[in-house]
């Protein structure tokens, strides 16, 4: 069974940067396609960034050139650099890794709140 270990989530100014980590345990960051969502209070979840196994990545608009997903492969973990963090960018973010529709893992969530 795979786990998604999340952390680095917390309390930022408006401007500020943030780095979350998701580590994978019980399979190789590499076969997965990885991603991160978040869900704000009242909200849907949302997709945020996603890296596929051959490294291609997408962003919502919301965060293109602000975010940055990567992954080390060496430590098993993928990351989530968030720069000039915004209010809206409050939310519970989650780490996903995707297989395939039966082999799909949800890390527990980390808030992010950014004040003004």
């Known amino acids: 069974q795979v786990q998604l270990v999340e952390s680095g989530g917390g309390l930022v100014q408006a401007g500020g940067s943030l780095r979350l980590s998701c580590g994978v345990v019980g399979g190789r960051v590499t076969v997965f396609t990885m991603g991160w969502y978040r869900q704000a209070p009242g909200k849907q979840r949302e997709l945020v960034a996603s890296l596929t196994k051959e490294g291609a990545t997408n962003y919502a608009d919301s965060v293109k050139g602000r975010f940055t997903i990567s992954r080390d492969v060496s430590e098993n973990t993928v990351y989530l650099q968030m720069n000039s963090l915004k209010p809206e960018d409050t939310a519970v973010y989650y780490c996903?890794?995707?297989?395939?529709?039966?082999?799909?893992?949800w890390g527990q969530g980390t808030q992010v709140t950014v004040s003004s």
């Open positions: 996903n890794a995707r297989f395939s529709s039966e082999y799909d893992f």
